[in-house]
């Protein structure tokens, strides 16, 4: 038993090492994280599957103990089947379950920190369909949440520049991407108005990416009313959408919001 004791702290720390490797179970979400929301989440998430880890494997090694006391030893193949099952637990556990990207409508419920963890998980998600610059864009936005975030916190959720701010960040801005995304790849590069999907995209959160810092600007110094009655970001709409027009799509219309850069200030 010396002997599968000695093995188990070997496998755990594998497993240990296993986790950081598989950052969120197996599958990188987006890839880096862009925010310290987001990676607040993964750190949860990994220290959850540490925890079964860990519980899975003390249970195999008390049940080869018992069945040890209970057959006056388990000898060498029960050792290695112990040894087996506590790798299978690890692999099986480090792998799964995975975390999950939050869904598109789930984004703006629950508190601040909620919204601006489920935001940038999401936005993580969506940056190998992107392209360059707006990945460019996507990770300089993460920064600017945790900053809005930590704003809003000090807020009374209550007043109706946060609902605005809420609606920009866990509506507005995952919808303009989701917009891009539906998007037939062959399509992005066509030419609309002078500006094709891709210009279109990275202009457009480029603009969220100004409002923000704005947005985050205002609510430092405690002006809520101006806030509030700002034409820059309240009732945010979409300008010339993405979507390409009837005669550029063979087959059903895409459908859902248009994408484009927001409205300039009034």
Known sequence: MAETASESSRILAEARASLVRQQAGGRRVGGKSIGRRSAELKRLHLARKAARIAFAVMAILLAALVAGLVIDGIGFTGIVVTVLAMIAAVGVLAAFPRLKVPDLAALNRGDVRTMVARTELWLEAQRPALPAPAVTLIDQIGVQLDGLGLQLEGVDP?????????????????????????????????????????????????????????VTRQLAAGDLDALAVRGRFLDYKYGDGLEPSAHQISGPQLSGPQLAAPKAAS
């Open 158 to 214: 209550a007043e109706p520049a946060v609902s605005e701010v809420r609606k920009l960040v866990g509506e507005h801005l995952p919808g303009m991407v989701e917009s891009y995304r539906r998007i037939p790849a062959n399509m992005r590069r066509e030419q609309r108005e002078g500006r094709n999907a891709d210009q279109q995209l990275t202009e457009g959160l480029g603009k969220i990416s100004a409002e923000i810092d704005a």
